[in-house]
């Protein structure tokens, strides 16, 4: 048998799941060296993104948040890098890595013989005025801890102004897109801030300004209407200003403009108004939907090309358990994880010979957290709210987090912050790590705070 080259774009669900499945499966043909597997991942980690919100809010430790790809998946070759471009015809992919630049070349080549695309998603950025020059996204782990010093920046900012202005726009918080991300983000950093305000001696959790701004007419729609309109109802009850069928129109010059002639002086606007398909799905030829996909089949193959595999949020892959014809799975990390283990059996079914298997998945359901002791979930069919589902959202990720070693590290921060206080520091410091060297050593004036967008220092 000759060598068969896997090559797996992509080191998030699909990436690290379907390399996981494939060591299992093919643990006999990688022993006598007849497959070699390779992963090209931008970052060495996995990051579990529905953890996000509580690293934010410190419930959790960012390194508890990502997993490890070398130790995970001990079998592959992880290669630390971004795919450009792919020649399916001629089974190579250029890959960018921190070496090539030094090395004076443009990309290296990879070779394959069985290619599984799993870049995933990047954030959907409209063009909207000042939102590249002062949005901050919440899709990485990166993200979520500079958005968490972020805040409590704002607040150390306000509690040491007499500027009436300045004290306000450092209060005032705009989250934009009503979906998991956003409210699970916009819930628990409230309440963090809430808790922290108890430590300014001349800061109340009244004189904070908390805006979610949702273009549709509501919140949270994986859930149902009935726990959307719950939702609503929780978040206003904290005096969180929910805004539906309400536009962003512009960030510019730190003020939040809506399409309902509101405006925010504000230097926070976090976006979190959808996601896109990677730009790599474009670059790759191979055929997509209207909304920039690869079209798949039910067996997790790319329509129409041979050796070419993909799944999550970058596959339209038809859901064969809907009643009406032409329905895809949802792009989230329920169909990813599930997904990635049919992909990997079905390669491995391809190589030995054997017949494939169909991707088919009932949803289950959807959990959302709203702050500590709060949340919604809709679980077959079955509705829970506040204390109940806040439980159910935690069992439930706890379950799903990769390795007992995350999910025992989880577990016991959970444990602890039960038993004592919340930590409540920023560490903004962390951004621009040099500069204070850079000043000792060389008179170079350390990052000026007023040129980040974030107004982090």
């Known amino acids: 048998m000759e060598r068969a080259r896997i090559l797996v774009v992509g080191g998030g669900y699909v990436g690290m799941y379907t390399a996981l499945r494939l060591q299992r499966k093919l643990k006999a043909e990688l022993r006598r060296g007849e497959v070699d597997i390779t992963v090209v991942s931008p970052d060495p980690y996995m990051t579990y993104q529905p953890f996000l919100p509580e690293a934010a809010a410190g419930s959790i430790s960012p390194r508890h948040v990502v997993v490890p790809l070398r130790r995970v998946l001990d079998h592959c070759h992880v290669v630390v890098g971004e795919v450009t471009s792919i020649d399916h015809d001629a089974r ?47 899709k990485t782990v990166e993200e979520a801890i500079g958005l968490r010093n972020h805040v409590i920046e704002q607040l150390d900012i306000a509690s040491s102004t007499r500027d009436p202005a300045l004290r306000d726009a450092a209060l005032t918080f705009v989250f934009v897109g009503g979906g998991y991300a956003g409210v699970e983000a916009l819930g628990e950093l409230e309440d963090m801030a809430r808790y922290a305000a108890r430590y300014y001696h001349n800061l109340r959790p009244e004189d904070m300004k908390w805006v979610l701004v949702e273009a549709t007419d509501r919140v949270l729609p994986e859930v149902g209407p009935e726990l959307g309109r719950y939702t609503v109802t929780q978040l206003r009850r ?3 200003q929910v805004l539906l069928d309400t536009r962003l129109e512009s960030c510019a010059g730190r003020v939040a403009v809506l399409s309902d002639g509101q405006r925010f002086p504000t230097r926070t606007v976090v976006w979190t108004a959808g996601v896109t398909p990677h730009p790599l ?10 909304r920039g996909r690869l ?21 339209a892959v038809p859901d064969v358990t809907a009643a009406a014809p032409g329905a895809e ?32 998945h009932r949803y289950a359901g959807s959990v959302a957290s709203l702050g500590l002791h709060q949340g919604v979930a ?16 935690r069992a439930y990720h706890l379950s799903r987090v990769p390795t007992v070693n995350r999910k025992a590290r989880v577990l016991a921060e959970w444990t602890l912050a039960g038993l004592f206080r919340r930590e409540i520091v920023s560490l903004g410091s962390l951004e621009h790590p040099r500069a204070e060297f850079e000043l000792a050593a ?11 967008p974030k107004g982090s220092s």
């Open 442 to 452: 060389g008179g170079k004036s350390p990052h000026d705070p007023s040129a980040d």
């Open 378 to 393: 809709q679980v077959y069919g079955r509705r829970l709210r506040g204390y109940p589902a806040w439980v159910l959202h």
């Open 329 to 360: 799975t949802a792009p989230n990390a329920q169909h990813a994880v599930r997904q990635a283990r049919v992909l990997g059996d079905n390669i491995a079914h391809a190589l030995r010979g054997e017949p494939l298997e169909t991707y088919a």
């Open 295 to 315: 079209r798949c089949t039910a067996q997790l193959t790319v329509d129409g090309t041979e050796h070419a595999w993909a799944a999550g949020d970058a596959a």
């Open 92 to 138: 190579t992919a250029a890959v960018t890595t921190l070496a090539t630049a030094e090395e004076g070349r443009s990309a290296r080549f990879l070779g394959y013989d069985e290619l599984v695309l799993a870049p995933g998603s990047v954030s959907r950025a409209l063009p909207i005025p000042g939102l590249a020059e002062y949005g901050i996204g919440f």
């Open 238 to 240: 904290r005096n969180i």
């Open 281 to 290: 799905i474009a670059a790759t030829g191979l055929p997509r939907t209207g």
